[in-house]
């Protein structure tokens, strides 16, 4: 069973628009998330992450969300802008785990 | 720039043949990864290896073996390749984190491998 879920597969966004990318996990045990970047052809790339002691964390135009009751995040991306299309990945782990667990990834679609 | 390289982007070998994937860094990293990842399911953890000779086995490990006789590199190792290990493998490194975790991880730029 998954224990980090992106319900979303792909999703598709106006240029300048906001995109809202979700993640949910199920394991409490989890303190540390994190959001990778990936392009056809590439590694995935570090974005942006929060620790569970927050609940919001900025950069730039990338903000996650962390609701820790209803154990999901979420990546806002304002605005959206067509370099951003690629597959996010959602990941988690913890000061008692000794890897970091991936989910599925979502496909963001960025139209001009 | 942190640099993970890997050894070949495209790779295609027969069922049944011994298959090397070689990942390099190069920011004096303790920890190493491999990856694969499938459409649908993300990056599934193969092995880790957080020392140099010292291996761990991920979530994936059957059908795997991993080698790690230098810092910088990591090994994966598919001792009879079958079709069902047609992947993505990715590599990735990093710093040791607190109280052993693995955050922020490097990624390679990935191999392909077609299991024929």
């Known amino acids: 069973d998954q224990q980090v879920k992106q319900n979303s597969p792909s999703l598709s966004v106006q240029e300048g628009r906001i995109s809202i990318l979700n993640c949910d996990y199920t394991?409490?045990?989890?303190?540390?998330f994190l959001w990778y970047k990936k392009y056809p052809a590439e590694g995935p790339t570090f974005l942006i992450s929060?620790?569970?002691?927050?609940d919001k964390n900025e950069d730039g135009r990338f903000t996650v969300f962390l609701n820790k009751s209803a154990k999901h995040l979420s990546l806002h991306i304002v605005p959206s802008q067509p370099g951003d299309s690629a597959v996010y990945f959602c990941?988690?782990?913890?000061?008692?785990?000794?890897?970091?667990?991936f989910g599925p990834g979502t496909s963001l679609s960025v139209i001009p | 720039d942190v640099k993970v390289t890997q050894s070949s982007r495209y790779l295609v070998k027969r069922t049944g043949e011994k298959v090397f994937l070689e990942c390099v860094q190069d920011?004096?990293?303790?920890?190493m990864f491999w990856y694969r990842q499938d459409p649908g399911l993300g990056l599934r953890l193969i092995y880790f290896s957080y020392d140099v000779k010292m291996k761990e086995k991920g979530d994936i490990p059957e059908g795997y073996s991993v080698s790690r006789e230098k810092k910088e590199r990591f090994s994966l190792i598919l001792e009879s390749a079958s079709t069902n290990q047609t992947s993505m493998y990715l590599c990735?490194?990093?710093?040791?984190?607190?109280?052993?975790?693995?955050?922020?991880?490097?990624f390679g730029p990935g191999t392909r491998l077609t299991v024929l």
């Open positions: 990941a988690a782990s913890g000061s008692s785990y000794d890897k970091v667990i």
């Open positions: 990735a490194s990093s710093y040791p984190g607190t109280s052993g975790n693995f955050y922020e991880q490097f």
């Open positions: 920011m004096d990293h303790e920890n």
């Open positions: 929060i620790s569970s002691i927050k």
């Open positions: 394991n409490s045990m989890f303190d540390y």
